[in-house]
């Protein structure tokens, strides 16, 4: 019975394709870096740093955002940040400068942080408070099959292409086919939450610490 409301059906779909783009982008990236590129490992994680900016917006600037636009708006508008940036590595080269690839990295983060807290208030919208603890654990679990998922289907996507072609030109279309995976699954989230644009519930303050914390 649960499932019957509408937006923490959009929620929780929302947070798998989230999640799974999310997961499957880092994994490609990380294989680009370290496959393809001879990065060690220390250095790939340092490249990585840039997409922990929601660590200091999520408590910050999106409870802020939630309050002015709602959270529906909010996630929206996170999706198509990470559809955008992800997107920008479609076309990225053999030797594409890190600085190139930074702007991109830091609006994953942003994407993150206007993402995250909101779908906790999404996923138990108009949830009556007996069942407040189902429609919690009920996203959660929609993160970590989507995590699940998304590193299933990118690797899917990019051993499929692969073939046997070792040399850098196959390599790089590998990771050029995977990414094209979180590209496709943050259309389709933004897609799924744009049907709950119509509203705009009120946000408490209780629902604006959920976000912050």
Known sequence: GILRSGPLVRANLAAILFA?????????????????RGWSALATGLAMLAVAGDAVLAPTLTP??????????????????????YASFLWIGADAAYAAMLPALILIGVA?????????????????????????ALLYTSWQLGSALGLAVVTAVQVTTLGGDQSEAGMLDSYRAALAVPVIAIAVAAVVTAFGLRTRPAVSSAERAVVAA
């Open 64 to 85: 802020l955002l939630v309050n002015r636009f709602g959270n529906v708006r909010v996630i929206f508008a996170g999706l198509l940040v990470a559809g955008a940036a």
């Open 112 to 136: 993150f942080a206007l993402v995250y807290g909101p779908l906790t208030i999404a996923g138990t919208d108009g949830i009556a408070e007996q069942e407040q603890g189902l429609a919690g």
């Open 20 to 36: 799974g783009s999310f997961v499957g982008f880092q994994f490609i990236l990380v294989l680009y870096l370290q496959e393809l």
